[in-house]
Nanobody, 119 residues
Framework: VQLQASGGGLVQAGGYLRLSCAAS????????MAWYRQPPGKQREFLAT??????RYADSVKGRFTISRDNAKNTLYLQMNNLKPEDTAVYYCSATIWASGSGSFRGYWGQGTLVTVSS
């Protein structure tokens, strides 16, 4: 099982980006999915999570970022609007996945995608 994040890039302040995170491999079921980010020189921080019916956001992105998922495509999204220079970071996706034949859920991380917001 792998998570592949994409969609990062360079954007001006006030602009927008949409990140994607595709899960692939022998997947039986995906539970919660989430986005995190790690700004330069700082620790990784939680941004948003989505279950089958609920979403939750960090206060720093509430109202600007929207998390969603396409269960048919095993893909997670993060729509980021009104981006600010302080949103510059490597963005990571994570998911709790039951791999086929594994017998239980476990956590997986994507490789990260860099978002740079210029002022």
């Amino acid at each position: 099982v792998q998570l592949q994040a994409s969609g990062g890039g360079l954007v001006q302040a006030g602009g927008y980006l949409r990140l994607s995170c595709a899960a692939s491999g022998s997947i039986f079921r995906i539970s919660d999915m989430a986005w995190y980010r790690q700004p330069p020189g700082k620790q990784r921080e939680f941004l948003a999570t989505i279950s089958s019916s609920n979403t939750r956001y960090a206060d720093s992105v509430k109202g600007r970022f929207t998390i969603s998922r396409d269960n048919a495509k095993n893909t997670l999204y993060l729509q980021m609007n009104n981006l600010k220079p302080e949103d510059t970071a490597v963005y990571y996706c994570s998911a709790t996945i039951w791999a086929s034949g594994s017998g239980s859920f476990r956590g997986y991380w994507g490789q990260g995608t860099l978002v740079t917001v210029s002022s």
